[in-house]
C-alpha cells in the first residue's frame, strides 16, 4: 500500500493505492496524519481510486482521520470508491461524517 500526499493550498490530498488492510492502515495512517500536522489543512480529500483491496481497516482509517481534523473545524471528501468499497463505507455510515463519491 502507498500513499502520495498532495498539498494545494489549504486542500491536502491522499491518493492511496494497492491493498488497504490491517498490514498496510498503520502506516497509512502515519504518513497522513504527519501531512495533516505538518499542513493544517481546512479540507482532507483521502482518494481510493487505485485502492483494490479494502477490510475494515479502511473505516477505522477514514473515521480515524475524520476525528483528528474535525477538531481543527474541517472537513472530510472520500472520493474514488470502488462499487464495492463504496457500500461498505455507507453501510458504516461515512456519508454521515464526510461527502462520499464514487469514482468512475
Known amino acids: 500500500m ?12 491522499a491518493y492511496l493505492s494497492g491493498e488497504l488492510d490491517h498490514h498496510t492502515a498503520k502506516e ?12 493544517m489543512p481546512t479540507l482532507l480529500i ?6 483494490g483491496f479494502m477490510d475494515s481497516s479502511g473505516i477505522g482509517l477514514v473515521m ?9 473545524g ?5 472520493t474514488g470508491t470502488s462499487p464495492q468499497i463504496y ?3 455507507k453501510l458504516a455510515g461515512i456519508e454521515r ?3 462520499l463519491e464514487k469514482g468512475e
Request: no cysteine; charged share 30%.
Open 2 to 13: 502507498a500513499v502520495r500526499i498532495q498539498q494545494t493550498g489549504e486542500v491536502l490530498s
Open 28 to 39: 497509512m495512517r502515519e504518513q497522513i496524519d504527519s501531512a495533516l500536522d505538518l499542513n
Open 46 to 51: 483521502i482518494d481510493f481510486t487505485d485502492v
Open 64 to 72: 480515524g482521520r475524520y476525528r483528528k481534523i474535525a477538531k481543527a
Open 74 to 78: 474541517a472537513s472530510l471528501h472520500v
Open 87 to 89: 457500500k461498505v463505507m
Open 97 to 99: 461524517l464526510a461527502r
